[in-house]
């Protein structure tokens, strides 16, 4: 720690080596003013941060019996960032006094609803993906909110993807007491957490008011997470990963766990920040970005372990038992379509024109609107296939970490190769996709692609994924202008190229799905049940992961990584047409189709002529109706 | 006298310019256009030819509606409009009635069609990936103000940008004298500099704004088209960066800048986002820099546009004279 901190300090833009820093920082000057207005601060608050992290990580994993608990998994981060957004942009003076307060609510209101929505059981793997979808949620809200009010919102760049860079004394004079304060009482919890963590039956006929100290050890957590998000930014994987160094190094009893996490949250984060200073020196590499590089594979290997040793945990597909007629849910589908359809081709956000035969209309809004329908209807199929496989209403592919590894790998071939055209980008996507897809199948192949198991690496790839996005990012510099649009997905300037190479991508995996959806819907009654009627559980999961990490792939290759659509609308056409796999595929293409024309059609008309993001669109309905149904998965 | 000295200069830069253009390079499109009546110009996706000159021209990059404006000529569309009003501050007027096509990423297809335009100017660095479909609507010309090759020119690479745009819409004559005027002002900004008694000729030239992490400063590396119009005038840019930056800037944090405390500090920065009076302005680092506390700092504006072409170096040069002597 001792040592990390030295190398933190001599760490910046100016140089100078070290004997000149021991030795000038004790006379006024330059350097003593370099060293205490700039790097001590940025050292102090990750030490704070990290070990505020660690701590609150620990005392949630007591609290909820659950190895994978984390501010982060949790998606308190998340829910805590979202709110300082909000506030920033809605109530700017109230944040400017009470960053923390604000921070303090997010965090309160997505750790509720994660408990609310994960059950009272807080069985782990339930709990982290609940987590996982809750901060998919807010931050999605966040980066909507960002380009929606872009003006109000960029100094706000600071926080997002947590930053240690201080300016000045405030947020460790800000951070430092109340993480203190918070610290001290986690200090003293360790007793009564001991007791708990012995089961809440023996800690209550032990005499113990077991409530209120679950309670109170809940707002030490939520206290702390809310106070580091409030000045550094959300930043993962420390709360998750600094608990379990300390007890696999076989620490017992809470007032130790609680000072080694404290202590090894600091170095972590700390050696982060040093890390993502080595990589692209006199350049800021978030270090939430750093952390999660680091983290991902932890997470992975963590999930690995947990997935092995607990209760598998399928969940319902939900679905309708009372299935709508088929012809009647898909007239009305179609007809919808046809409606947007005909909108979408007729209006260009100012103007309106029936004449689709017209070069204008006929060379860029017809192949655009087409590519849409096509794309939407793959990534919807690609979702039906993926979630029937991991009996898992919240996979797709983005949850698997595919679209993720896809964007990495795209990146990395720019950074790689800077010259190489923007067109060859989907290249590396399909290296990266497969990469991701490799991870799951050799992760998974032992535990038969236990669902959950699958859905955690996914979690832990995708995390992974999108933290080497963001740091080749920043290591590629201004080059990546026309990279970060085709990044958020987009389908715009979509030629009659790109409607000929998505129907052949079409044709080419829409026989293997629908070939697929009768061992689908045997899986449906359960993995021995399948089993007994002669069906290979294992082969056919091999297969429907594969057809349906390539048919998203080749999605991402055309318009890059747009989410949601593959996980809103099998659901949505689950509620209407029941769990039986043909119909299923059927009507949520055509839903899927549906609501990618329409993103692109407003994405198109909304600040006309400028273009909005369609992947961004997407997002923003998907969200609500995803957070609906989380709601009703109670 | 002053007056005749002044045209004597005039007649002595314009024969220099003469010579310099005829070197360039440009003969043989030249010889070429004279030969067919046809007008090529020439970009980095090849030559483009066009029957006769053009007369509604779409430019998706703020550098060549300048080049426009500057020989008198009106876009008929152009990308990101509001913001170029924010950043850009010339002489020449946009006209209102110019149309926005969307922004400089991704312009809108349709839009840029609707005006059947005759030319599409667009520029290597955002509009590579989309020839293909610029080029369906209107003959396509791409530059690109930023080369690979480190040795290259970047002033002279504007100077013959902005001299084949000029060709193609049949103002070559107008564009001498565009330059002819810069020129002119490069020898009036000496002398006021010369006289201006500053303290030092050294400067670093920076913009600033709040950046994905933090307040980010870019300073401008001698290779970068201002920095050779800051030479030009007989100023020093002292930043020599440590490798090839392809834009002509390094990224800087408050502690980067320690090295060049003795030089004078000149700066750009938006007013909304001004990062030297909000998140600087109690910083120890920054208040003890000598240009700060000696006062040798100068805004210039957040409308000076460093990336233009011949009319934002004059609005350059009027923000830099005017600043350094008045202080």
Same mark, same amino acid.
């Given at each position: 720690?001792?040592?990390?901190?030295?190398?933190?300090?001599?760490?910046g833009q100016a140089d $100078?080596?070290?004997?000149?820093?021991?030795?000038?920082?004790?006379?006024?000057?330059?350097?003593?003013?370099? =060293?205490?207005?700039?790097?001590?601060?940025?050292?102090?608050?990750?030490?704070?941060?990290?070990?505020?992290?660690?701590?609150?990580?620990?005392?949630?994993?007591?609290?909820?019996?659950?190895?994978?608990?984390?501010?982060?998994?949790?998606?308190?981060?998340?829910?805590?960032?979202?709110? +300082?957004?909000?506030?920033?942009?809605?109530?700017?003076?109230?944040?400017?006094?009470?960053?923390?307060?604000?921070?303090?609510?997010?965090?309160?209101?997505?750790?509720?609803?994660?408990?609310?929505?994960?059950?009272?059981?807080?069985?782990?793997?339930?709990?982290?993906?609940?987590?996982?979808?809750?901060?998919?949620?807010?931050?999605?809200?966040?980066?909507?909110?960002?380009?929606?009010?872009?003006?109000?919102?960029?100094?706000?760049?600071?926080?997002? *993807?947590?930053?240690?860079?201080?300016?000045?004394?405030?947020?460790?004079?800000?951070?430092?007491?109340?993480?203190?304060?918070?610290?001290?009482?986690?200090?003293?919890?360790?007793?009564?957490?001991?007791?708990?963590?012995?089961?809440?039956?023996?800690?209550?006929?032990?005499?113990?008011?077991?409530?209120?100290?679950?309670?109170?050890?809940?707002?030490?957590?939520?206290?702390?997470?809310?106070?580091?998000?409030?000045?550094?930014?959300?930043?993962?994987?420390?709360?998750?990963?600094?608990?379990?160094?300390?007890?696999?190094?076989?620490?017992?009893?809470?007032?130790?766990?609680?000072?080694?996490?404290?202590?090894?949250?600091? +170095?972590?984060?700390?050696?982060?920040?040093?890390?993502?200073r080595l990589i692209q020196p006199g350049q800021e590499v978030?270090?939430?970005?750093?952390?999660?590089?680091?983290?991902?594979?932890?997470?992975? $290997?963590?999930?690995?372990?947990?997935?092995?040793?607990?209760?598998?945990?399928?969940?319902?597909?939900?679905?309708?038992?009372?299935?709508?007629?088929? &012809?009647?849910?898909?007239?009305?589908?179609?007809?919808?379509?046809?409606?947007?359809?005909?909108?979408?081709?007729?209006?260009?956000?100012?103007?309106?024109?029936?004449?689709?035969?017209?070069?204008?209309?006929?060379?860029?809004?017809?192949?655009?609107?087409?590519?849409?329908?096509?794309?939407?209807?793959?990534?919807?199929?690609?979702? =039906?296939?993926?979630?029937?496989?991991?009996?898992?209403?919240?996979?797709?592919? &983005?949850?698997?970490?595919?679209?993720?590894?896809?964007?990495?790998?795209?990146m990395?071939?720019l950074v790689l190769f800077p010259a190489i055209?923007?067109?060859?980008?989907?290249?590396?996507?399909?290296?990266?996709?497969?990469?991701?897809?490799?991870?799951?199948?050799?992760?998974?192949?032992?535990?038969?692609?236990?669902?959950?198991?699958?859905?955690?690496?996914?979690?832990?790839?995708?995390?992974?994924?999108?933290?080497?996005?963001?740091v080749l990012v920043v290591k590629a510099k201004l080059a990546v202008a026309a990279a970060l649009?085709?990044?958020?997905?987009?389908? $715009?300037?979509?030629?009659?190229?790109?409607?000929?190479?998505?129907?052949?991508?079409?044709?080419?995996?829409?026989?293997?799905?629908? $070939?697929?959806?009768?061992?689908?819907?045997?899986?449906?009654?359960?993995?021995?049940?399948?089993?007994?009627?002669?069906?290979?559980?294992?082969?056919?999961?091999?297969?429907?992961?594969?057809?349906? +990490?390539?048919?998203?792939?080749?999605?991402?290759?055309?318009?890059?990584?747009?989410?949601?659509?593959?996980?809103?609308?099998?659901?949505?056409?689950?509620?209407?047409?029941?769990?039986?796999?043909?119909?299923?595929?059927?009507?949520?293409?055509?839903?899927?189709?549906?609501?990618?024309?329409?993103?692109?059609?407003?994405?198109?008309?909304?600040?006309?002529?400028?273009?909005?993001? *369609?992947?961004?669109?997407?997002?923003?309905?998907?969200?609500?109706?995803?957070?609906?149904?989380?709601?009703?998965?109670? | 006298?002053?007056?005749?000295?002044?045209?004597?200069?005039?007649?002595?830069?314009?024969?220099?310019?003469?010579?310099?253009?005829?070197?360039?390079?440009?003969?043989?499109?030249?010889?070429?256009?004279?030969?067919?009546?046809?007008?090529?110009?020439?970009?980095v996706?090849?030559?483009?030819?066009?029957?006769?000159?053009?007369?509604?021209?779409?430019?998706?990059e703020w550098t060549?509606?300048?080049?426009?404006?500057?020989?008198?000529?009106?876009?008929?569309?152009?990308?990101?409009?509001?913001?170029?009003?924010?950043w850009?501050?010339?002489?020449?007027?946009?006209?209102?009635?110019?149309?926005?096509?969307?922004?400089?990423?991704?312009?809108?297809?349709?839009?840029?069609?609707?005006?059947?335009?005759?030319?599409?100017?667009?520029t290597s660095f955002r509009?590579d990936?989309?020839?293909?479909?610029?080029?369906?609507?209107?003959?396509?010309?791409?530059f690109n103000p930023y080369p690979e090759d480190e040795k290259m020119d970047l002033y002279q690479e504007m100077?013959?940008t902005?001299?084949?745009?000029?060709?193609?819409?049949?103002?070559?004559?107008?564009?001498?004298?565009?330059?002819?005027?810069?020129?002119?002002?490069?020898?009036?900004?000496?002398?006021?500099?010369?006289?201006?008694?500053?303290?030092?000729?050294d400067v670093v030239l920076t913009l600033a704004y709040t950046g994905p992490q933090a307040p980010e400063i870019r300073v401008f590396t001698p290779n970068s088209m201002a920095s050779i119009m800051l030479e030009k005038?007989?100023l020093n840019n002292i930043h020599i960066p440590d490798q090839f930056e392809l834009y002509g800037s390094s990224t800087y944090n408050v502690e980067g800048l320690a090295k060049y405390?003795?030089a004078?500090y000149l700066y750009i920065v938006?007013?909304?986002?001004?990062i030297?009076?909000?998140?600087?302005?109690?910083?120890?680092?920054?208040?003890?820099?000598?240009?700060?506390?000696?006062?040798?700092?100068?805004?210039l504006?957040?409308?000076t546009w460093l990336y233009g072409?011949?009319?934002s170096a004059?609005?350059l040069?009027?923000?830099?004279?005017?600043?350094?002597?008045?202080?």
């Amino acid at each position: 720690m001792v040592l990390l901190s030295f190398v933190h300090l001599t760490q910046g833009q100016a140089d $100078y080596t070290v004997t000149q820093l021991v030795k000038e920082v004790w006379t006024e000057g330059r350097v003593q003013d370099i =060293v205490l207005s700039l790097r001590l601060p940025r050292l102090i608050i990750g030490i704070l941060a990290g070990g505020a992290l660690a701590v609150a990580g620990a005392v949630l994993q007591t609290l909820t019996n659950n190895p994978l608990a984390s501010a982060s998994t949790l998606g308190i981060n998340a829910g805590a960032y979202f709110f +300082v957004v909000v506030s920033m942009i809605f109530f700017p003076s109230l944040l400017g006094n009470f960053p923390f307060i604000v921070a303090l609510v997010g965090a309160v209101l997505s750790s509720v609803l994660v408990v609310m929505l994960a059950g009272k059981q807080m069985e782990p793997v339930r709990v982290a993906l609940t987590g996982m979808i809750i901060s998919l949620l807010f931050a999605s809200m966040t980066g909507s909110l960002q380009l929606l009010f872009e003006n109000q919102t960029n100094g706000l760049f600071l926080w997002g *993807s947590g930053t240690l860079v201080q300016l000045n004394w405030d947020g460790v004079s800000f951070a430092g007491p109340v993480i203190i304060v918070f610290f001290i009482l986690a200090l003293v919890l360790a007793k009564p957490l001991d007791t708990l963590s012995l089961g809440e039956d023996i800690a209550s006929s032990l005499g113990q008011n077991v409530r209120f100290v679950k309670l109170l050890a809940w707002a030490v957590a939520i206290v702390l997470a809310a106070a580091t998000v409030s000045v550094v930014g959300p930043i993962g994987f420390i709360g998750l990963m600094a608990p379990h160094i300390v007890r696999m190094l076989g620490v017992r009893g809470h007032l130790n766990i609680l000072l080694q996490s404290f202590l090894w949250g600091s +170095v972590m984060l700390i050696g982060a920040d040093v890390l993502g200073r080595l990589i692209q020196p006199g350049q800021e590499v978030p270090v939430g970005a750093m952390t999660a590089l680091i983290g991902g594979p932890w997470l992975l $290997y963590l999930a690995w372990k947990t997935a092995k040793t607990h209760s598998r945990g399928d969940r319902q597909m939900g679905g309708t038992l009372k299935p709508v007629k088929l &012809s009647v849910v898909i007239a009305i589908v179609v007809a919808l379509l046809l409606v947007i359809i005909s909108l979408a081709l007729s209006f260009n956000g100012t103007a309106w024109t029936t004449e689709w035969l017209k070069p204008v209309v006929w060379n860029f809004r017809v192949p655009r609107v087409l590519t849409a329908f096509i794309v939407g209807v793959m990534l919807a199929i690609a979702g =039906v296939l993926l979630q029937g496989v991991l009996r898992n209403p919240l996979a797709d592919a &983005s949850i698997l970490g595919v679209t993720s590894m896809g964007g990495a790998g795209a990146m990395m071939l720019l950074v790689l190769f800077p010259a190489i055209p923007v067109n060859y980008m989907p290249l590396g996507a399909v290296v990266g996709a497969a990469i991701a897809l490799g991870i799951i199948l050799g992760t998974s192949w032992k535990n038969n692609f236990q669902p959950m198991l699958v859905a955690l690496m996914g979690i832990a790839i995708s995390a992974f994924g999108s933290a080497a996005t963001q740091v080749l990012v920043v290591k590629a510099k201004l080059a990546v202008a026309a990279a970060l649009v085709w990044l958020s997905g987009s389908t $715009y300037a979509k030629g009659w190229e790109d409607v000929q190479l998505a129907v052949l991508l079409f044709a080419l995996f829409i026989g293997p799905a629908i $070939y697929l959806t009768r061992s689908l819907d045997t899986l449906t009654f359960g993995d021995d049940v399948a089993a007994g009627l002669g069906l290979s559980v294992k082969s056919t999961r091999v297969w429907a992961l594969i057809v349906g +990490v390539a048919i998203s792939t080749a999605a991402v290759s055309i318009v890059g990584t747009i989410g949601f659509v593959g996980l809103v609308a099998p659901h949505i056409a689950r509620r209407l047409v029941g769990f039986r796999h043909l119909p299923l595929i059927v009507v949520s293409g055509l839903l899927g189709g549906l609501l990618l024309v329409t993103a692109d059609f407003v994405g198109r008309i909304l600040i006309a002529p400028k273009d909005i993001p *369609s992947g961004l669109i997407v997002a923003l309905i998907g969200t609500p109706y995803l957070l609906y149904l989380l709601r009703k998965m109670k | 006298m002053k007056k005749s000295l002044k045209s004597l200069l005039f007649l002595a830069l314009f024969a220099v310019l003469l010579v310099g253009c005829s070197s360039k390079g440009e003969d043989k499109a030249e010889d070429k256009g004279k030969a067919e009546e046809n007008i090529t110009i020439t970009g980095v996706n090849g030559e483009v030819t066009l029957k006769e000159p053009a007369k509604k021209v779409v430019v998706l990059e703020w550098t060549y509606a300048e080049d426009l404006l500057a020989v008198g000529v009106q876009p008929i569309g152009m990308a990101d409009i509001e913001e170029y009003n924010n950043w850009v501050n010339i002489d020449a007027e946009l006209s209102k009635d110019v149309a926005d096509v969307g922004g400089r990423q991704e312009p809108n297809l349709e839009a840029i069609a609707a005006l059947e335009p005759d030319l599409i100017i667009g520029t290597s660095f955002r509009h590579d990936g989309m020839i293909a479909d610029l080029e369906k609507i209107a003959p396509t010309v791409i530059f690109n103000p930023y080369p690979e090759d480190e040795k290259m020119d970047l002033y002279q690479e504007m100077i013959t940008t902005f001299n084949e745009i000029a060709k193609v819409v049949d103002k070559k004559d107008e564009a001498k004298q565009v330059l002819a005027d810069l020129d002119e002002k490069y020898e009036e900004a000496k002398t006021t500099i010369d006289n201006a008694g500053l303290k030092t000729k050294d400067v670093v030239l920076t913009l600033a704004y709040t950046g994905p992490q933090a307040p980010e400063i870019r300073v401008f590396t001698p290779n970068s088209m201002a920095s050779i119009m800051l030479e030009k005038i007989g100023l020093n840019n002292i930043h020599i960066p440590d490798q090839f930056e392809l834009y002509g800037s390094s990224t800087y944090n408050v502690e980067g800048l320690a090295k060049y405390e003795d030089a004078n500090y000149l700066y750009i920065v938006q007013d909304e986002d001004n990062i030297y009076e909000k998140q600087l302005k109690d910083n120890a680092v920054w208040k003890n820099l000598n240009f700060v506390k000696e006062d040798r700092l100068y805004d210039l504006g957040g409308d000076t546009w460093l990336y233009g072409g011949p009319l934002s170096a004059e609005t350059l040069l009027n923000k830099i004279t005017s600043t350094m002597v008045s202080k």
